[in-house]
């Protein structure tokens, strides 16, 4: 496979500078992608630099995943209007070792193949670093000018919200580009690869392994995804969409996937999946064909969340969706563990009853109007239940006085109430 050819025809080439093409064609080129090491999780908006590296691995490459543990305790100033804070060394090694663990899902860090992938931190070479050392092998070689031209520079110092910069966001990109010459000559790296906001910071390591050795070291960026809305990707109300499930349960991640528009669904399934160009071009005529039944999202929603989690995840991801909005069965119900479960139904109304009252049996229209507000009134309720309107665990009510126990209780501990078709309650037993 062609590494620049595949990623053009994904959507997922900004930037290359010239020569690159001709590098990677030459031999297996050693490349790497710096990471931000400010959580124990990677989030979607890592997932684009994840595929790229997986792609390079997948085309002969050996790629050099950079976490920014030097970098991170300064801030990129990239696209930011403030100053991040600042983490502590034991912090960004947990914070690398998580992000290790995720990253083995997608690259070869073990085999013995000459393109397996490596981890780095670039806190190891820079932490013995001495100020004056570094302003005098690293920074005489690349002049101030050089530097304020940069947009994220100019950005910052020009922009109306922004404090200014201080002198140590200023110096980052003289450390990343340390970085790209540390890898160029410890590593043989010859392709630094990022965003396309990082264009300014990876061309000053270019220039710095020129001006320093004489030698050939090249860029490429991807573009920045963003929603056809103009939304941020991999934004949601709650915050983040992780990779970790303890942040984002597979299930919420699942949804994000399939709730996507058309226009960005036929986009992101380039990017973020390894589907065939001829599988995808298929998807996206089914697509128009017939766009209620979005073949793309579901697609897209399957290969990532198995991806990053699991088949099995995807699956059970599923039959929560059916749970919610199909016509699922108290079997599917029962079979969903408390993780899924709760991030199913999260949001829906909760009360909490007496377990106690429980063991010993309570009648469905006192537990539905004087142990819980599901109902203002038992006329209401005796009305909806003669109706067919009322089902606790997904089995239909038929008597409001039949008597629900704790035999009843999913994971030991919940009661699914659902009232009409769309109104859920959650009780919990206590």
């Known amino acids: 496979m062609n590494f620049i050819e ?3 025809w994904r959507g997922m080439i900004h930037d290359v500078m010239p020569g690159a093409k001709e590098q990677l064609e030459k031999e ?3 490349g790497y992608l710096g990471i931000d090491p400010t959580a124990d999780s990677l989030h979607i908006g890592h997932l684009v630099g ?3 590296l997986r792609h390079f691995q997948r085309c002969g490459h050996k790629p050099i995943a950079l976490v920014g543990g030097a970098t991170g305790m300064i801030g990129d100033p990239s696209g930011k209007s403030q100053e991040r804070n600042l983490l502590t060394e034991e912090t960004l090694r947990h914070n690398q070792d998580c992000i290790k ?15 397996a992938a490596e981890m780095v931190n670039n806190y190891d070479w820079m932490k013995n670093f001495s100020f004056l050392e570094f302003i005098r092998d690293i920074g005489k070689h690349i002049t101030v000018n050089y530097m304020m031209a940069k947009d994220s520079v100019k950005k910052r110092l020009n922009g109306e919200t922004s404090d200014g910069m201080s002198f140590t966001e200023f110096t980052y990109q003289l450390v990343q580009g340390y970085d790209f010459l540390y890898l160029y000559q410890h590593h043989n790296c010859r392709i630094q690869m990022g965003g396309s906001d990082q264009w300014g910071n990876i061309t000053t390591g270019t220039e710095l392994i020129r001006r320093k050795t004489g030698g050939e070291a090249f860029a490429l960026t991807c573009p920045l995804i963003t929603k056809a809305d103009g939304g ?9 969409v992780w990779l ?10 699942y949804q994000f996937w399939l709730n996507v528009s058309d226009t960005d669904a036929e986009k992101y399934i380039k990017i973020f999946t390894f589907l065939e160009k001829g599988a995808i071009d298929a998807l996206i005529e089914e697509q128009r064909q017939a766009p209620h039944l979005r073949p793309l999202q579901k697609a897209l929603a399957k290969e990532v969340t198995t991806m990053v989690h699991s088949e099995a995840d995807y699956l059970a991801a599923v039959d929560a969706s059916s749970i919610l909005f199909g016509n699922s069965t108290s079997d599917q119900l029962k079979n969903l563990d ?3 479960f709760l991030a199913v139904f999260e949001g829906v109304p909760q009360f909490e009853i007496s377990l106690t009252e429980l063991n010993e049996g309570i009648k469905a229209i006192d537990l539905l109007t004087e142990k819980s507000a599901v109902f203002p009134s038992k006329g209401e309720m005796r009305k909806m239940t003669q109706g067919g309107g009322v089902a606790i665990n997904k ?11 704790a035999d009843q209780l999913l994971n030991g501990r919940y009661l699914l109430v659902q009232k009409g078709k769309k109104n859920y309650f959650l009780l919990t037993a206590k």
Request: proline share 5%.
């Open 6 to 8: 595949e990623l053009t």
């Open 28 to 30: 297996m080129t050693a």
């Open 50 to 52: 994840v595929m790229i």
């Open 101 to 115: 663990a995720q990253l083995s899902r997608f690259l070869d860090f073990e085999s013995d193949a000459p393109n």
């Open 232 to 240: 941020k990707f991999g934004k949601t109300e709650s915050g983040n």
């Open 244 to 253: 970790d499930r303890r942040y984002t349960s597979p299930y919420k991640f």
């Open 338 to 340: 408390e993780e899924t």
């Open 395 to 405: 089995e239909k009510l038929d008597q409001p006085d039949a008597v629900v126990t």
